[in-house]
């Protein structure tokens, strides 16, 4: 059990192994907490374990062994007994639609990580008996049917109207479907005549299927009912919580629209934030016509304007959004003017000396972006920008090396995660090496695991963590030979994200001077079976020093 020696509280937890090693850290007062008898997984530049660690106000100040932690302590400290319990650094997701996710957040019925088909359903019917008749029951992507082991056939209208028969139902599958029940169709307006829409499947003698095609899968979430800003708070604080209960402690969000970052802002203000939230923010152009007004706005974005809590640190993750390649395209075809575009944004971007993170997904894309950023670097260096590729779903060798003569980042999105059989599905035996982790990390090239969440990807940190060591999808498919060690992986998910973010010297890993973030587990992340990593779970996780 763990045990807090001031409150008296205690929790029955699995018992872990024990690996003692350095020394600590020399201090000048008694810290206000120390951790004992721990595993402590610090994730520094030589991976040491140690056994426990000191915090003083919001700070680490002290990792070495339970004897010397033990030492430092007056009888005003807190101690907390882990019990042999493994500690990791918090885990910072690279690159998820933060802000938005809080807007639905629970309403939304989230199926990361769910394998089974009968358990997604009990879910959707848990949340309509929670629901007045009428109201709305939908899942925003998350999730893939081909995680679901037990049926992966997809959603018919008829099976939703026979499970949840009051509520208008809309399931989004990724970016890939969207599933809707007669009541949604015809919240929607879509009728059985044949008419509305040709991303509308229908029978043969036109009746609406419920299954709606990608293109109409932005619109159609876009239309649900927009909650109000006391119920987006609310959500959002609802959020937070989950994700911290996740592990994560650190966010950087793609999307922060000013309204709903003063939420973040306020909070933080008044001490009661739980997760670091770090913005991209752009200048958006959508057209040619656009572009001259982007270009204005470029050199007056502010940047690190903020603190360890809530700062906006990149622009990205569009540079020109019609240089945007859909999450399951098979071809990619850059126009000429289209490329024009995007050069003269980047050319801004770089002489306004703003570090960037950007899609890049298809291979005809990346090589023809780095043939741009090629140019810029000749007369505006960017090494010292960090400037990244987001997603890198198709990466290779060659787009690496060119990357890493730059001194570009990568920031991996592993959508194979609940997308690896539609991988597979569309391009064969190639997206075997889609998200090319193992050749990424032999590059030499800084990088770091994401999650591109919370609709076009699963959010569960430790269950990406289980994929990149594994290469199996939710669900158990075996989708990518390209896995790495869990050492690497969880580098990648810490010390490196920290990177990406501009905070290496205040987050990322456990030692003396650095933000106390981190999270203790209920079994050993170096120790479990590789296939038992995705199910391991945080029983405790520790932000800014606050249990």
Not at 53 to 79: F, H, K, P, Q
Request: aromatic share 6%; charged share 25%; glycine share 8%.
């Amino acid at each position: 059990m763990i045990c807090d020696t001031r409150t008296g509280l205690a929790s029955t937890l699995l018992v872990a192994t024990i690996l003692t090693t350095p020394q600590a850290s020399a201090q000048s007062s008694a810290p206000d907490t120390v951790f004992t008898n721990g595993k402590i997984v610090t994730v520094d530049g030589t991976f040491t374990i140690a056994e426990a660690l000191a915090v003083t106000g919001n700070r680490i100040t002290a990792v070495g062994t339970t004897n010397e932690i033990e030492a430092l302590a007056s009888r005003d400290t807190r101690t907390v007994d882990l019990d042999g319990h493994t500690v990791i650094p918090g885990l910072i997701d690279n690159h998820m639609h933060l802000l938005r996710a809080g807007t639905t957040w629970p309403d939304d019925v989230r199926l990361d990580g769910v394998a089974s088909r009968a358990e997604a359903l009990q879910r959707l019917r848990a949340r309509a008996a929670e629901l007045p008749a009428g109201a709305w029951v939908f899942a925003l992507g998350g999730f893939m049917l081909d995680q679901f082991a037990d049926d992966s056939s997809p959603f018919t209208r008829d099976e939703l109207d026979r499970a949840l028969p009051d509520h208008p139902v809309l399931l989004q599958a990724g970016y890939y479907k969207t599933y809707l029940n007669s009541l949604a169709l015809a919240e929607f307006g879509i009728d059985d005549a044949g008419r509305g829409e040709p991303w509308v499947v229908r029978d043969s003698a036109g009746r609406a299927t419920g299954e709606i095609e990608e293109p109409g899968v932005r619109p159609l979430a876009a239309r649900l009912p927009v909650p109000s800003a006391e119920d987006t708070a609310t959500n959002t604080r609802a959020m937070i919580v989950d994700l911290n209960r996740m592990g994560l402690t650190t966010v950087a969000s793609a999307g922060c629209p000013e309204d709903l970052l003063a939420l973040y802002r306020d909070w933080a203000a008044r001490d009661e934030l739980n997760l670091r939230v770090f913005c991209m923010d752009s200048a958006r152009a959508s057209a040619p016509d656009e572009v001259d007004a982007a270009l204005a706005q470029i050199p007056e974005l502010d940047l690190f304007w903020g603190d360890n809590w809530v700062d906006r640190v990149l622009y990205g993750e569009g540079v020109y959004n019609p240089l945007h390649d859909r999450m399951h395209i098979v071809e990619a075809s850059p126009t000429e003017d289209e490329l024009y575009q995007w050069r003269r944004l980047a050319t801004a971007i770089a002489e306004a000396s703003l570090p960037l993170q950007v899609h890049a997904h298809h291979p005809v894309t990346i090589s023809a972006f780095l043939d741009i950023i090629e140019d810029i670097n000749r007369q505006t260096p960017i090494r010292a920008l960090r400037w990244t590729f987001a997603h890198g779903n198709q990466l290779n060798a060659d787009a690496l090396a060119r990357m890493k003569a730059l001194g570009m980042y990568v920031a991996l999105h592993p959508w194979t995660v609940i997308n690896g059989a539609v991988h597979h599905e569309l391009y064969g035996d190639a997206a075997f090496d889609f998200l090319p982790m193992r050749t990424i990390e032999d590059s030499g090239i800084t990088w770091g695991l994401g999650s591109d969440g919370s609709r076009a990807n699963q959010i569960e940190p430790l269950r990406t963590l289980g994929w990149a060591v594994t290469g199996d999808m939710v669900g158990g498919r075996h989708v990518t030979r390209q896995t790495i060690t869990r050492e690497e992986a969880l580098i990648a998910h810490t010390r490196e994200n920290a990177h990406l973010i501009f905070r290496e010297d205040e987050l990322g890993s456990i030692e003396p001077g650095k933000l106390a973030d981190f999270v203790v587990l209920d079994r050993d992340y170096l120790t479990v079976p590789a296939d038992e990593i995705k199910d391991l779970k945080p029983i405790m996780t520790v932000i800014d020093g606050r249990i």
